[in-house]
């Protein structure tokens, strides 16, 4: 178990720019989460993924999102035409669920956005 | 519609009394609740969570957590604290029926004094 790793630690990107973070989970699970933490704030759900599929998608995340998983391994979250609001620690988490929902969530350190 | 809150943004304690971090949530079918630690440049980490059953629940750490449905709470309480226990502390909701998204706190910073 290596644990949920996240890519880069930190991103630096001027306004307008566009930003791609990437999540390795822990290799068998099926499930991964992405979510957004503001200084002050506990983690805001973005979206959530069950193998390849995109299955839910926060109504506050803007069209300037989008994610995705590939063959249901690693994912990528991409933020087009960065606005200064959008500087936050994103987080990335994983789990083995089932049909259950009441699996824990193993998270990654997170990628700290900075948009000047 | 899920929410949580955690009406203390600072609990402070002394080294070896009992501690209590609240927590009320609002669901609005049953809830599976859970409480995650964050140390400093460290992603959270798991510490106990409540699906069903016996109200108070064992977790990590010597922490434990109480389930009180009719105060829609799950408070966390340890009965001895440590200086090592000093961390941001975030509750977390579920609905059952919620598959996906679990609901955060805004988290407790809990300092633990020598």
């Known amino acids: 178990d290596t644990g949920v790793s996240q890519d880069p630690r930190h991103k630096i990107t001027k306004r307008g720019q566009n930003v791609t973070f990437r999540c390795d989970p822990i290799?068998?699970?099926?499930?991964l989460y992405w979510y957004r933490q503001t200084l002050g704030q506990g983690p805001e759900f973005l979206t959530y993924?069950?193998?390849?599929?995109?299955?839910?998608k926060s109504r506050l995340l803007s069209d300037r999102f989008s994610a995705e998983r590939p063959k249901g391994s690693f994912s990528t979250l991409e933020i087009q035409r960065t606005e200064q609001g959008d500087s936050a620690m994103y987080l990335c988490?994983?789990?083995?669920?089932?049909?259950?929902?009441?699996?824990?969530?193993?998270f990654g350190s997170g990628t700290q956005l900075s948009v000047l | 519609a899920q929410s949580v809150a955690q009406p203390e943004d600072q609990v402070n304690v002394a080294e070896g009394n009992p501690l209590t971090v609240k927590c009320t949530y609002s669901?609005?079918?049953?809830?599976?609740l859970f409480w995650y630690v964050q140390y400093p440049n460290r992603g959270l980490q798991f510490l106990l969570k409540?699906?069903?059953?016996?109200?108070l629940v064992k977790g990590s750490y010597g922490f434990e957590a109480e389930f009180n449905k009719s105060q829609t709470s799950f408070h966390l309480k340890k009965p001895s604290a440590l200086v090592s226990d000093s961390a941001l502390y975030f509750c977390?909701?579920?609905?059952?029926?919620?598959?996906?998204?679990?609901?955060f706190g805004d988290g407790t910073t809990l300092t633990v004094k020598p």
């Open positions: 988490a994983s789990s083995l669920g089932d049909r259950t929902t009441n699996e824990k969530l193993f």
């Open positions: 290799s068998e699970h099926n499930r």
């Open positions: 993924f069950q193998n390849e599929a995109q299955l839910e």
């Open positions: 669901v609005s079918g049953n809830p599976y």
């Open positions: 409540y699906i069903t059953g016996d109200n």
């Open positions: 977390a909701v579920r609905d059952q029926l919620s598959i996906g998204k679990s609901t």
